[in-house]
């Protein structure tokens, strides 16, 4: 009945995180669907820059995450001050690493001409990998907001504010791509157009909701401008970095799976993109929980409960266990349906795709175990090990047997997926024994 009962709080905490994810990750999928509309070509060059973008991207959100810590363990002690630093030294990190990285990315752009890319890939994707960089700024602010407000469990508005943000970004697309409502029609282009506009609108709105609620107001900024709090923001950036990196060591395995892909051909990329899109999608139900669940964590801390922990991380683990098990079985069953909503003329693209769909349903089982048990090491700031544990899963484990089996072995370009779902399997069961084994450590405090 506890563990019953703590399902439902943890639950009711990551509904609209889990549907915010969603959302977002909805938005992708509309793009690739929008831009597969102007051709195989386009949707490849979309693939590329978006790999690309989405390493330095979940960079910034895993330092962020250290918000989401620090502001729930605040709220637990009912330290309106402390809460209120968090958030200003919180998007300061967030608006300086959005500059700092767009900045990179421009004097870095001639650089994907040496990823060995099909060149008419390349070329369409230059102008829409800066215009997506550039939305970072605004995105990675967006998310420090966001993530001090869900800490705060005022998670509706900021999941409103962020489907908005969506919607806006989906109506943009339509203007700009196709050059709708008297707008030129950019293409891919246009698309990025859409994500920086969409991305500055959220932002703006996140920070008018915090001015106007007044239920808000002990708990939120006075005033933004001021100068950075640095013993703040060395315990922030001491807590998130571990957490950037791990989240970088994932999502950069998933990158460099694409790039070798890319290697075999422009249909095989879309193929990569088209699965890639459906597995992400399935991914966001556990990204949600494992978010809910550092909050919960970190409220436990804050409360000093440690001796509840256990009931925590076991039904962190049952409600994760069962949504993989639904998104496998739908990704398994509904494979071909799937790949062949994307494109309709392509059938190596439709074959390439149900085969990596198959792998992207075995892997959700210990993919979402994973995930669940970085969230929950999050809460308890438990972040450096597991960074380290994830970089030996992925790019000692992974990469390198997925490397083998598709260049040495003649398996193709499915194989990779295989070494990804074997560095995902290695980092399920690393992450999860030093989860159970830190239970020692808290009944002690």
């Not at 506890?2 to 609209?16: A, G, Q």
């Not at 392509?346 to 992207?360: G, K, M, N, R, Y």
Request: proline share 3%; glycine share 8%; hydrophobic share 55%.
């Amino acid at each position: 009945m506890t563990i019953f009962k703590e399902s439902k709080t943890i639950l009711f905490l990551s509904i609209p995180l889990i549907i915010g994810q969603l959302g977002q990750m909805l938005l992708g999928l509309v793009d690739s669907v929008m831009i597969a509309r102007v051709g195989v070509t386009e949707l490849a060059a979309l693939t590329l820059a978006n790999s690309i973008f989405f390493v330095p991207f979940v960079f910034g959100m895993g330092i962020l995450t250290c918000i989401s810590v620090r502001t729930s363990t605040a709220r637990g002690r009912n330290d309106t001050t402390g809460a209120r630093s968090v958030c200003r030294n919180g998007v300061y990190i967030g608006l300086i690493l959005g500059i700092i990285i767009f900045t990179l990315a421009m004097l870095s752009s001639d650089l994907l001409e040496f990823l060995k890319q099909d060149p008419d890939v390349v070329r369409k994707s230059r102008t829409f990998y800066i215009i997506l960089m550039a939305s970072l700024i605004p995105g990675l602010v967006a998310v420090a907001l966001k993530n001090h407000a869900d800490a705060l469990s005022r998670i509706w508005t900021a999941f409103w504010i962020s489907m908005a943000g969506v919607l806006l970004n989906v109506l943009l697309n339509w203007v700009f791509i196709f050059g709708n409502l008297g707008a030129p029609a950019l293409g891919l282009e246009g698309a990025g157009v859409a994500t920086l506009i969409a991305r500055c609108a959220t932002v703006i709105a996140m920070l008018v909701w915090f001015k106007i609620d007044t239920s808000l107001l002990d708990w939120t900024p006075h005033k933004w401008l001021r100068k950075l709090d640095l013993t703040e923001t060395k315990k922030l950036i001491k807590l998130g970095l571990p957490s950037g990196l791990q989240s970088t060591t994932e999502v950069g395995a998933f990158v460099a799976t694409g790039l070798l892909i890319g290697r075999f051909g422009a249909e095989a990329l879309a193929a990569q993109n088209v699965a890639l899109t459906f597995a992400g999608l399935a991914f966001m139900i556990p990204l949600g929980l494992s978010i809910a669940l550092t909050i919960r964590v970190g409220e436990r801390i804050g409360l000093g409960q440690h001796n509840k922990l256990k009931t925590t991380f076991i039904s962190g683990w049952l409600i994760t266990l069962v949504f993989s098990c639904v998104t496998a079985a739908i990704l398994l069953t509904f494979r071909h349906e799937l790949a062949s909503s994307f494109v309709k003329d392509a059938p190596v693209v439709i074959s390439l795709a149900t085969s990596f769909l198959v792998v992207a349903g075995i892997f959700q089982l210990v993919d979402c175990q994973q995930v669940a048990s970085i969230g929950m090491l999050r809460g308890l700031e438990d972040t450096t090990i597991p960074a380290w544990m994830c970089l030996f899963s992925y790019w000692v484990i992974g990469i390198p047997t997925g490397y083998y089996f598709a260049f040495h072995r003649g398996m193709g370009p499915v194989a990779i997926w295989w070494g990804l779902a074997l560095g995902l399997t290695v980092a399920a069961i690393l992450l999860g024994i030093r989860l159970w084994k830190s239970l020692k450590h808290e009944a002690r405090v």
